[in-house]
């Protein structure tokens, strides 16, 4: 993998990179790269890494200040990139990441992906909302950002919806889809081709509950917890590489729309800070785990 | 269900009871039993209710400071018992409440328990422990509790456990059973004489994991919350009604061992949340859920 | 107090209605208060009390579900009324709660309140929202809320905005005045008029800090948990009965800037909590303490 | 600083090493660091690192797998130590920490320290434990560790104490001392022989209550969140670095007693979460701030 974006900058700039590196674990690979780092005169401010022992790899993930050019620290770090067999990626700390949100009529996680971007605290940029039904509309129109209703109901609705998934994702040139709320399962195909960009939130309960209407299930049994997952996409329903998880304390004499009320704030919150990890290029993937560099 | 503990005081003393009432819901209970207590020259200082939605029924728990007996209060309720059928029980606030503990190698779950109990936080008293191993004889000699050690391997052995179980149940005249990590699957014999006074412990995690090893499962998984969940034990292995839960967040650079350690911490503290309560006649079963007035 | 909404309904619909009672304890209050709800054909659905070890004081929440009118239950009340002296309120169960919000730069706390509002989650309505800066105009445009920015900048400001808040108040009949980060000390006068329908969000830390900057004082003592807490304002600035309470977990690699990020969303959680349980009558002044019947 | 613990292994064995650097931030040291490493065949299993913005200071904690010996990586590391002025620590994963428990009468967090040590989740041993009262002795003879008491009162009983405590630190080569809630205040000389290994747990809230009785101020203001922070001690009381904080919800209903007993509890989890995070060597003092690399 390559620099995500190349920049040119005049020498008298200072940058701050993130660069994130994945390979087989050996010894001297941090020796090898810090040594790149060094040659083009940077400094390193922030440094995370992690041997798996689940896969044998290596995860490492720095925020590195620099005099020096993308493209420059991409040349330094060749030979270790060639030596070790580096997965890597350059990045600007801060540039926020193009994100496509589909949505249906749910407004809870929308709303506050929105209002996060807002205010600065969610390096994020959302160039389209798209959605099967309308009720986001209103929302995405208070926020400036363009919104499409494509229904997928009706023969080929779904399919004519992936595809223009596909063509957002190229056009907009997305780097991260979020599934905030859509509600319908991603073809097999489309979970592959976004593989590793593509976040789901669903509610989690302790102990867990398959099939409809969750909350009534949990209310049934008296569930005390109510939680969310935030996780990677797979083919595997709901059971992609887990990137955050969150809980809150229930009790008796909520109701089943209760419960539904306060699953929704924890799967904002939960949804918001996944995005937030993927966005700083902190989450990695480790086979059917994942590393999260928090 | 009638007083559990009768006592005759001076008529100068003042005594705290806590009563419990469960019936089909009707208008008019609450101020039945309170004209109950009024009779008796009683003072409320603690109340709740709740009316269950799912079964109908009716569940109310008040602490009641009165110079009256037990026997008086009983006395007095007498026509609310009758014309609303209430399934009610007096004790006294307080009251340590006979406790059986089966353990097996695992100590942090009895630990807990005996440390509470000594430190005066925790209304229980335990006449015995009865382990399939002998792993817990120190312990329980530390805190002055008389132990058993009872092989459950070899044939009948298991048979023979719960034929003890029994008859200690019946000897020290045990309120409640609980199973500290004892890790054997009571029979459904058992479960059902035990029904409702015998608390379970086990993991829980988001999602939920079946079948041996959970806590290398949910490595695998690169779960985000640990927690615990202490129920009523019933023939459904693990499924009774749920009294507490609780999490706590690890990350993925916890190993299997670790998320262990982590998994047993959050099961004491569970449990003994749950033993607490029951303690405090605060647990009542609505069905197969609970209604805890904490 | 007097019934809040006295409401004629036609026979044959039911009502659910909130009844709180404060008064001085004494035995037989809930018997009487019962009764009168047995008198109006009522069945209470929801039940709390407290009897308050410090003021020697009784607090008393209950939901009743009743063909009765409001006046017809405040009648059937009258002789409980009269012999223990109560401080009692009717009101219909979910009837939004007319909010005054008094905002200024920040948006935080604005856009969680007026989101949940939206989702139907907090029994609120917002006639109007005051502020001393025009940020929140079009945030507050979004949600269809009035807007009115009055500077307080100027010799006299201060008291004009203040004379405002007054008169908007006695104009849409004003029954909560939230303090959603408007950032200016209330004149005393005002704090004693808004007694106990006035609430205030602030930052608060483990240990406590006095003064300016207090993130960056957290950040200069490395403090771990970063949490808020919303109370009644009384002219005793920050030290009003306390409502709620709720903390997040930060460490050293967090900014001054983040700490604030991280401090605003638990700010916002924490005052949509409070304002939550007032609205539903669940808090109740004892002396300098809050009683929150959640 | 140089290796705490030198030692000559075989050739054939591997060695874990924990191996913290502290000195002036500049660009190179980690691949200074991480070049010795490469020369003695070392593999880095865990790193963490951080460049304080207030203190202009760099930290680093690695955990190197070698067959080098750690005279031998002292060696390695010999010119980096020279040439950016590195304050370095060689010590073997998983050593138990030689650590003082000072005690006084209270058991719940020396009994737990205790337990968690003899269950093997805390890499700690405690060859004495020095108490002012004799409450502590059958719990310290449970767990076969060594007892003294000397009270404190009387002329001189405090210096003859303290005076013990350094005769005790030298005897047995102490390297951490815990005030388990010893409740005296250190002489400013002691505290200043003792700084940066000698952590102490004291009750938080929010906000902070000074002075004596501090539960029940946190009743009479009806805190929300009661909680405990450990830190290291210094002669300014109560207030040095932080190590670790945390909270436990508490409401209303709870008495001063009952917030006690959850007082303790989090003191426990505090005291013993910041214990074996210094332990682990993971707790590096950043001025007044302390850098935890959990």
Known sequence: MSSATPTSPSPAETHEYVLTVVCADAPGIVHAVTGAIVEVGGNITESRQFESGTTQRFYLRLQVRTPASATELEAALAPAVERFGL???????????????????????????????????????????????????????????????????????????????????????????????????????????????????????????????????????????????????????????????????????????ELMAIGQDVEARTLRQAVAWFAQSRVLLDGARTVVFR
């Open 87 to 257: 997965e890597h990626r350059i990045d600007e700390v801060g540039r926020p990441v193009r994100t496509l949100l589909l949505g249906s009529t749910a407004t809870h996680c929308v709303n506050d992906l929105l209002f996060q971007v807002e205010s600065g605290h969610l390096p994020v940029q959302v160039p389209l909302i798209l959605a099967n039904h309308p009720t986001l509309e209103r929302l995405a129109g208070f926020h400036g950002v363009p919104f499409e209703h494509l229904p997928t109901t009706g023969p080929g609705g779904k399919a004519a919806f992936e595809d223009r998934v596909r063509q957002a994702v190229a056009e907009h040139d997305i780097e991260l889809v979020v599934l905030a709320r859509y509600m319908q399962i991603l073809s097999p195909e489309l979970c592959e081709e976004l593989a590793g960009r593509c976040i789901n939130i669903h509610h989690s309960f302790l102990p867990g509950f398959k099939g409809a209407n969750p909350y009534r299930q949990a209310h049934a049994r008296g569930v005390k917890q109510i939680g969310a997952t935030a996780h990677f996409v797979t083919s595997d329903l709901d059971e992609g590489p887990i990137i955050e998880q969150e809980v809150l304390r229930v009790d008796h004499t909520r109701s089943p729309q």
